[in-house]
C-alpha cells in the first residue's frame, strides 16, 4: 500500500532535526557541486516560500569511512536577529541554538567511474544495450504482465507494441548513426588524414606570413581566442542562472570580451583588406577546394563523441554492471559502499529525528538501492563477531529514514535494459534477486509454485512510513515515470527545452516546493 501523504504545515518543518543526503548523477562533478545547488534550493524553500527566520552556516561530520563537510539551515524566531555561525572551538550559547535545523550532505562517488572505461568500450556497451530489449522479448513481455496488470491479451499487444518501437529505433537511429560511423571511417582511412590535412593547410598559408601577415593573423586569432572566452561566459551564465556572488566582475569580462574581440576583428579586417592579401579567403580556400574539411569535421566529430561517452555514458556503463565477474563490478561496490557508509552514518549519529535521501539522475538508482542494501542488512541473519555491518543499525534508527527523492531518475529504464535476467525455471533464484531489490517494487506477477518463499522487508512501511517521491519531465530523456516501482507521489515538470531539461531542476523553485512540502 502507498503512504498517504499529508502536506507539511507551511510555516514549519516537520521535525526539528533533519537531514538530507543528496547523491549527484552522472557527468563531470566536482566535490560540493550537488551541496551548493540543493543547499540554494533549499534555503531558498524554507526562507521564501515558507517564510521561516533561517541562517545558513558549515557543519562537518567525521566517521570512520566518512568525512564530510555539510551545511546546515538553522530556524530561529520570527523576527529574532540571527546569530552569528558557531565557531568549532568555543561552545555555542543556548540562546544562539536554533530552534530546529535541516543538515545537508551530498555523497561524492564520480571518482569510482572515472577512467574504468574508454570511448569505444562504452560505444560497444551502448550498442549492445540498445538490442537487450530483441534479446529479452518473452521477458519483457512477462514483466508487462506484472506491471500493468493486464489480462494476455492486452500484455500482447502491449508487448507487440513494445516491440515494434524497439524495431523502429534501431532500424532509424542505429542504421544512421551506422552510416555515419562508416563515413567517417571511409574519410579516416584515405590516404589524407586529419594531420596531412593540417600540414597541407599550413603549407598554403606559408607564402602570406610575412611580418605584416603575422599582424593580421594576431589580430583574428586573438579575436577567435575573445570569442571563446565570451561562449564560455554565455554558458557558464546560461547553465548557473541563480544570483552571482561576483556579478560586476563577470560582466566587466563579458563587456570586456565583446568590446576588445570586435576591435580585433575590425583591425584584421582593415589590415587585410588595406594589403590586398586576403587571408581569410585564402585560408577558406585552402579548406574547402581540397576537400580536406571532411577529415578535419570527422576528427571534430569523433572528439566530441568520445568526450561524451567517457565523461557521462561511461558512469552509467560501469555501475548498472550487476556482473559479479565484471573487472567494473568492484566499482560499482565501492560506490554503493560509500553511499551505504554514508546514510548509515546519519542514522546512526542520534542527531536526527528524520533522515531523506534524494538522488538526482544515477544517483537515483544508487540512493534506491542504498535502501534495499540497508533493508539486506538488517534483516540477515549477523554474521561472526569480526565481519559485521559497521555500524549494525537498530530498528529504530533504521526507520529514521523517513525519505526518499528521486528526480530526473532513470529507474524504470535501468530496470528494463540492466537487471539480472534469469531463466524460466529457476524459480529460487528469482525469488532471491527480487528479494534483495523488492523495495517498493511492483508485483512480478509470477507464478513459482511449490518453489515460492514468503519474504518481507517491511520495516520503512509502518504506522509511520517513509514517503517516496520522484519528478520527473517528457523533455527530459533520461527521467520518466516510474512504473516498475510504487513511489507515493509523482509530478511531471514542463521544461521547455530538450535534454537540458534533465539539469533544470536543481534551480527550479517549483521543484523545491513539491518535495519541500512533502518531506520537510
Known amino acids: 500500500m502507498a503512504a498517504a501523504i499529508n502536506p507539511a504545515p507551511p510555516l514549519r518543518l516537520r521535525s526539528a532535526r533533519q537531514a538530507l543526503l543528496v547523491i549527484h548523477g552522472i557527468g563531470e562533478q566536482n566535490p560540493y557541486e550537488t551541496l551548493d545547488s540543493f543547499a540554494r534550493g533549499v534555503f531558498t524553500h524554507v526562507t521564501a516560500t515558507r517564510g521561516l527566520n533561517a541562517k545558513l552556516c558549515p557543519i562537518e561530520i567525521a566517521r570512520k569511512e566518512w568525512t564530510q563537510v555539510g551545511m546546515r539551515i538553522g ?162 551564465l546560461y547553465g548557473h542562472r541563480g544570483p552571482s556572488f561576483q556579478s560586476k566582475p563577470e560582466k566587466i569580462w563579458l563587456a570586456l570580451d565583446v568590446v576588445l574581440g570586435l576591435a580585433f576583428l575590425a583591425l584584421g579586417v582593415w589590415l587585410d583588406r588595406r594589403g590586398g592579401s586576403h587571408m581569410l579567403w585564402h585560408a577558406w580556400q585552402a579548406v574547402s577546394q581540397s576537400g580536406h574539411w571532411q577529415p578535419l569535421m570527422g576528427a571534430a566529430i569523433f572528439a566530441a563523441v568520445s568526450y561524451a561517452l567517457t565523461a557521462y555514458v561511461a558512469d552509467v556503463a560501469v555501475y548498472v554492471n550487476t556482473d559479479a565477474k565484471s573487472k567494473d563490478f568492484q566499482a560499482r561496490s565501492a560506490i554503493l559502499k560509500g553511499s551505504t557508509a554514508a546514510l548509515k552514518a546519519l542514522l546512526a549519529s542520534g542527531s536526527y529525528d528524520r533522515v531523506i535521501l534524494a538522488g538526482h539522475s544515477l544517483g537515483s538508482v544508487i540512493a534506491y538501492d542504498t535502501v534495499n542494501e540497508l533493508l539486506a542488512q538488517y534483516n540477515a541473519d549477523p554474521g561472526p563477531a569480526g565481519d559485521r555491518p559497521d555500524p549494525a543499525l537498530t530498528l529504530g534508527q533504521l526507520q529514521s529514514l523517513k525519505g526518499l527523492l528521486t528526480f530526473g531518475s532513470p529507474l524504470d529504464k535501468v530496470y528494463y535494459f540492466f537487471r539480472e535476467h534469469v531463466k524460466r525455471d529457476q524459480a529460487i533464484r528469482a525469488q532471491i534477486l527480487s528479494m534483495l531489490h523488492s523495495f517498493r517494487r511492483a508485483p512480478s506477477g509470477r507464478d513459482y509454485g511449490k518453489f515460492d518463499f514468503n519474504y518481507s522487508f517491511r520495516q520503512l512501511d509502518g504506522a509511520d512510513p517513509l514517503v517516496w517521491v520522484n519528478a520527473w519531465s517528457r523533455m527530459d530523456p533520461v527521467s520518466g515515470e516510474l512504473k516498475f516501482y510504487l513511489p507515493d507521489d509523482q509530478r511531471q515538470f514542463n521544461y521547455a527545452v530538450p535534454v537540458l531539461a534533465h539539469l533544470s531542476y536543481w534551480g527550479d523553485p517549483a521543484f523545491y516546493e513539491y518535495f519541500g512540502a512533502q518531506l520537510l
Open 75 to 236: 530556524i530561529f524566531a520570527r523576527g529574532r536577529a540571527l546569530p552569528l555561525c558557531p565557531s568549532k572551538d568555543a561552545p555555542v550559547p543556548q540562546a544562539d541554538q536554533p530552534d530546529s535545523y535541516v543538515d545537508l550532505f551530498e555523497y561524492y562517488w564520480a571518482p569510482e567511474t572515472e577512467d574504468k572505461l574508454s570511448a569505444t568500450n562504452t560505444l560497444k556497451w551502448v550498442l549492445k544495450t540498445d538490442f537487450t530489449p530483441l534479446r529479452y522479448f518473452a521477458d519483457n513481455l512477462q514483466e508487462m504482465l506484472g506491471v500493468y496488470g493486464m489480462n494476455v491479451r492486452q500484455a500482447i499487444g502491449k508487448a507487440l507494441a513494445i516491440y515494434g518501437r524497439e524495431l523502429l529505433r534501431v532500424f532509424g537511429l542505429y542504421i544512421s548513426l551506422g552510416v555515419g560511423a562508416a563515413l567517417l571511417l571511409a574519410w579516416l582511412s584515405k590516404p589524407h588524414t586529419w594531420g596531412t590535412a593540417l600540414k597541407t593547410i599550413a603549407a598554403g598559408l606559408l607564402p602570406f606570413l610575412t611580418p605584416t601577415h603575422s599582424i593580421i593573423l594576431f589580430f583574428y586569432f586573438s579575436f577567435l581566442l575573445l570569442a571563446w572566452f565570451f561562449a564560455q561566459s554565455l554558458v557558464e
